[in-house]
């Protein structure tokens, strides 16, 4: 990426905007091939997800992430650049794509800021293939036309276009000039054609099978050693009286869970997977990569003796520990294939959430020998938290099992910047909606010990809090 420095703000004309663009043409003659432009700019405090409400359409695509209780959010819309991929190499095809659109891109302005210069906002499904009619492909990338987003008390805005060789510049200088002054004073807007509060709605239940008789079966399965352990889910599809707005619904769920990522991915024709997934994947930043192990669970307490008595009972579980172990040892043997060296603690603490409270251990390592943050996802996806152990054996598996594709539920959702950092999480909590309909997901880890009764009564516990999320006005 080739960063000029230049100050967007401190000659903000209009006539100033189209010389720099044609400057950024002349490049793109130069090189053979268009200049993705990437301007950058500090602005005054604003709502991520307010303003990407106050602009939604539902053709066009957006991206939303969010972590409430750290005062982080990055929201992008509309489409600069855009690439899809499917296969076992998606990960490697979409870091390729990625390299290359940063070996022809030209960043001005506040790009060193928190949330600075391009982003490439990034979903791949569960599996490496998706099936006909599935409304997300298996790993798709793009850079949105225009970011937001806020970290702390800093916010950015950024604009990003594509600049041809011989591309009309008017139109485009036009573009970024009017984004330049929306953001600069932004009014926040009323949405209009949904439904100003959830409807009542109706719950129908559409498996292919009985889950409790899917998880009995994995039980079998693991007794005569197929696999370890086996992530299985369930699907609500739930039909509201009138359209579902996607980011009202996510305002909810960030409302309810602050301290997961709230998220929303719109593919631009009227479908939007949204959630607010516990489970970070991994976070690179300056060279240092996180993530972590969450397995086990069990619920909250009505009030702070239960609670407490609760807890004690999932950290002395034999089952629960014997699962999250399984899971900390696939992470911790997943990057030690990659070279790297990860470090965490021996023994898990409590990841407590408002409805429910998980078995966690942090693992981190320093990233070396070239091993960057999508090689880091590649390995990673899926956990076992979400697939299972051996994890070829129990993958397989799954869609036979559970009676529905998964799409994006428990896949891999997140960003890259420019600077190798970048942060993905696991799209869990989570439902797909488009229009009056929205279709929730739920699932549970089986392993020996496992009581088909129980997993389902944890799927349920999970399903009432996101639909009490979701749907209540």
């Known amino acids: 990426m080739t960063v000029l420095p230049l100050d967007p703000a401190a000659n903000a004309t209009p006539e100033a905007l189209h010389a720099f663009l044609t400057q950024c043409r002349a490049a793109a003659v130069a090189r053979g091939r268009p200049q993705l432009v990437s301007i950058s700019l500090q602005v005054e405090a604003l709502d991520p997800l307010a303003v990407l409400e106050s602009i939604f359409e539902s053709h066009e695509p957006h991206f939303y992430a969010e972590r409430p209780d750290i005062g982080s959010a990055l929201a992008g819309a509309e489409t600069a650049a855009a690439f899809a991929a499917e296969g076992p190499d998606r990960f490697t095809a979409v870091q390729r794509w990625v390299d290359e659109i940063l070996a022809n891109t030209i960043a001005v302005g506040d790009v060193n800021a928190p949330f600075g210069g391009p982003h490439f906002f990034t979903g791949f499904a569960f599996h490496d293939h998706v099936e006909a009619g599935e409304p997300f492909p298996a790993a798709q990338v793009f850079v ?40 600069r004073g932004f009014t926040y807007r009323e949405p209009t054609g949904v439904a100003s509060t959830p409807a009542v709605p109706r719950r129908e239940v559409r498996e292919s099978g009985d889950y409790r008789s899917a998880v009995a079966l994995a039980i079998r399965r693991i007794g005569d050693g197929e696999f370890k352990k086996i992530v299985l889910a369930r699907a609500l599809d739930v039909t509201a009286g009138a359209a579902l707005h996607p980011l009202r619904m996510l305002n909810g769920l960030r409302e ?28 690179v930043s300056k060279g240092l990569l996180e993530t972590e192990a969450l397995a086990g669970s069990i619920r909250r307490g009505a009030g702070a003796s239960e609670d407490a008595a609760l807890a004690a009972a999932l950290l002395h579980s034999e089952k629960d520990l014997r699962e999250q172990q399984l899971v900390v040892d696939a992470i911790a043997r997943r990057l030690t294939g ?24 942090p693992i981190r390592a320093e990233l070396r020998g070239g091993v960057r943050l999508l090689d880091a996802v590649a390995a990673l996806h899926p956990t076992p938290a979400v697939g299972g152990t051996p994890r070829e054996a129990a993958v397989a598996r799954i869609r036979e099992l559970e009676g529905f594709p998964r799409g994006l539920y428990a896949g891999a959702i997140g960003w890259l910047n420019a600077r190798d950092g970048g942060e993905f999480f696991v799209g869990l909590r989570s439902a797909l909606v488009e229009g009056t309909r929205a279709r929730v997901y739920a699932g549970a880890g089986i392993v020996a010990g496992s009581a088909p009764e129980k997993e389902f009564a944890e799927t349920e516990l999970k399903f009432k809090a996101m639909l009490d999320a979701l749907l209540t006005p």
């Not at 916010?155 to 060789?165: D, E, I, K, R």
């Not at 309810?256 to 976070?283: H, K, T, W």
């Not at 790297?340 to 409590?350: D, G, K, R, V």
């Not at 990841?351 to 251990?361: F, G, I, S």
């Open 144 to 183: 949105p036309r225009w970011q937001v987003a806020r970290a702390g008390a800093v916010t950015t805005a950024v604009a990003n276009l594509m600049v041809a060789p011989s591309g009309e510049l008017t139109a485009l200088a036009e573009r970024v000039w009017r984004a330049h002054g929306k953001f």
């Open 256 to 283: 309810r869970f602050p301290d997961c990522y709230a998220f929303s991915m719109a593919n631009g024709r009227g479908q939007s997977f949204i959630g607010a997934s516990p489970e970070r994947l991994v976070r």
């Open 338 to 361: 990659l070279g790297l060296a990860p470090e965490h603690p021996s023994t898990p603490t409590l990841r407590r959430l408002a409805n429910v409270q998980h078995l966690h251990t």
